[in-house]
């Protein structure tokens, strides 16, 4: 058990528009999610964690009305990338935590986002 | 964030080999560790973790060693497989600031057959 998936796994959009990526835990609740975002050959850098049912929690330097992260239920964590541009073409990937079982966190299998 | 840096940014072991993966962090309030695996476009995979009360922790062909003295983590395969080949990171966390981990720079393993 444990499976995080992420959808699209990849995406092309222009330059101005919108693109929303979900993460879904398919086969347990999550407590907490995890959004991060990754540029090729480097570290993930955590962008926000997101609590079911609140307002995600933001790292320092990651604008909130840029990505916004919405946490409706138990199984599903959405990002919205606002008015994309190119430098925001990056490896975007979630983790999710199991209820009451904090500090294990699953990774979903990311989603590649090039804006144009 | 947090700081955790690598202190090799790429390795090329023999296969059969024993690896050694570094890693360095700078907040000494850290106590619990993670290592993952990530394959090239692939989320990172779990492969061991390790909590500050403890020094080494041992799984099936890896081993951790953590040293709170100077803030050192290592991760070691014994027997490199060319299936080993991947970014390898070590992540921290601490428990009394929330269950978010943060990622240290990452190496690079290459196995030759």
């Known amino acids: 058990g444990a499976v995080v998936s992420q959808h699209p796994s990849w995406v092309i959009c222009k330059s101005g528009t919108s693109v929303k990526i979900e993460c879904r835990s398919l086969?347990?609740?999550?407590?907490?999610m995890f959004w991060y975002r990754q540029f090729p050959k480097q570290s993930l850098m955590l962008m926000a964690t997101s609590n079911e049912g609140s307002k995600a929690t933001y790292e320092q330097g990651v604008e909130k009305d840029k990505f916004l992260i919405n946490h409706a239920s138990l199984t599903l964590s959405t990002l919205t990338v606002t008015s994309a541009h190119p430098e925001d073409s990056s490896f975007y990937i979630c983790?999710?935590?199991?209820?009451?079982?904090?500090?294990?966190?699953?990774f979903g299998p990311g989603t590649r986002l090039t804006v144009t | 964030g947090e700081s955790v840096g690598l202190h090799l940014p790429t390795l090329s072991v023999q296969e059969g080999d024993n690896s050694i993966i570094n890693c360095a962090y700078s907040?000494?309030?850290?106590?619990?560790f993670i290592w993952y695996k990530q394959e090239s476009g692939k989320g990172p995979q779990f492969i061991i973790d390790i909590r500050s009360n403890m020094d080494k922790r041992q799984g099936q062909r890896v081993t951790v060693l953590l040293n709170k003295t100077v803030k050192h983590l290592s991760l070691q395969i014994a027997a490199t497989q060319p299936g080993d080949s991947a970014v390898y990171f070590c992540a921290e966390n601490t428990r009394n600031t929330g269950n978010q981990f943060y990622f240290g720079t990452g190496t690079s393993l290459t196995v030759i057959p």
């Open positions: 086969d347990f609740q999550a407590t907490t």
């Open positions: 983790s999710a935590s199991k209820r009451d079982i904090s500090y294990e966190q699953y």
């Open positions: 907040n000494s309030a850290s106590d619990y």
